[in-house]
């Protein structure tokens, strides 16, 4: 049987209505819906939702991994190997990063009541760069510098991703429990990337 469509959804099925309503409000709100307030927004009966998911925790982790991947769409694609300065990159990076975490923040504090939606959450594929993680992406378009010859043929590049990645998460994870505004220090970005491709060696003096 053909999925059965909701006319306001356009060409989404049902269940895909109920993910992004869900997704919607979770963005919106800043705090965890209610089976009734997904159905109301979404125009069906509450009992509906039970027909697509097994739960309440199963709807609201597809909605959490949804919310994820449409806020990285909005920050646009990643650097490409070889188009700019490797420095340059890295920094665009850094701040891509520091902006997608801080943007999924709300919707993550606002599940950290039901920790079982957030071990759903993470049973599914990684919701960033395709399925391969901000960390994954990263080391990848650092070993395609490194085939250009623009990093250096023995630097650990996966280290170098966990470095930049971890940093984005050192600013941002802490306001978790906190529940503060998120700051960002000025110049974080080229700092970091600074700090990563020139290493914190003494040098010999000149």
């Known amino acids: 049987m053909a999925p059965r469509k909701v006319a306001a959804a356009g060409d989404q099925t049902l269940r895909e209505h109920l993910i992004t309503t869900a997704e919607r409000l979770l963005a919106r709100r800043g705090a965890t819906p209610t089976v009734r307030e997904i159905a109301q927004e979404a125009g069906v009966a509450t009992g509906v939702l039970y027909n697509h998911f097994a739960d309440k925790e199963d709807l609201l982790a597809l909605a959490l991994h949804t919310h994820v991947r449409s806020v990285e769409a909005t920050l646009g694609a990643p650097p490409e190997p070889g ?8 920094t665009a990076f850094v701040e891509r990063g520091l ?9 993550f504090t606002a599940l950290l009541a039901q920790p079982e939606v957030l071990v759903r959450f993470r049973a599914l594929t990684n919701p960033t760069a395709d399925g391969r993680g901000l960390r994954q992406e990263l080391a990848d378009f ?3 510098e490194q085939s ?5 043929a ?3 590049l996966d280290a170098a991703a966990t470095m930049i990645i971890g940093a984005c998460h050192e600013v941002v994870l802490p306001h978790l429990y906190g529940g503060t505004e998120v700051v960002v220090p000025d110049g974080l970005a080229a700092t970091v990337t600074r700090t990563v491709l020139h290493g914190i060696g003494s040098r010999p003096a000149t």
């Open 148 to 152: 250009l010859g623009r990093i250096d």
């Open 99 to 107: 902006a997608l975490h801080e943007a999924i923040l709300p919707a």
């Open 154 to 156: 023995a630097a650990d």
């Open 83 to 90: 188009a700019d300065a490797v420095e340059s990159a890295l």
């Open 142 to 144: 650092l070993r395609a």
